[in-house]
């Protein structure tokens, strides 16, 4: 199974910029659907963003604009660009290599898949 370890996470202040990182090791990221998740203390993870193997990208409405998934070449680091950050950005953020988007009458969410590779998390804290 493939191991994911995230980094680039860090404290920035309100406008501020970050760039998230989840490499792969023991593998590659194979699967139809690669996400970015989020939990903050105290609330439900949430799914950011996701990254299918034809391109298409699905973003939660929440970073819609602001956050870019991407997926190098490679496909050993999926990467998360995080421009004009807000405090209540500020969550554990996990990578995860199985994933879905869920259209529930028209509402889409990133969705983790059962049995998914997730990694440690990487902490973003936006200050005000």
């Known amino acids: 199974q493939v191991q994911l370890v995230e980094s680039g996470g860090g404290s920035v202040q309100s406008g501020g910029s970050l760039r998230l990182s989840c490499a792969a090791s023991g593998g590659t990221f194979s699967s139809y659907c690669m996400g970015w998740f989020r939990q903050a203390p105290g609330k439900e993870r949430e799914g950011v963003a996701a990254?299918?193997?034809?391109?298409?990208?699905t973003y939660a409405d929440s970073v819609k604009g602001r956050f870019t998934i991407s997926l190098d070449n490679a496909k050993t680091t999926l990467y998360l660009q995080m421009n004009s950050l807000k405090p209540e950005d500020t969550a554990m953020y996990y990578c995860a290599d199985d994933c879905w988007v869920r259209d529930l009458r028209g509402v889409i969410t990133v969705q983790p898949l059962v049995g998914a590779s997730w990694g440690q998390g990487t902490q973003v804290t936006v200050s005000s």
């Open positions: 990254i299918e193997s034809n391109g298409r990208t």
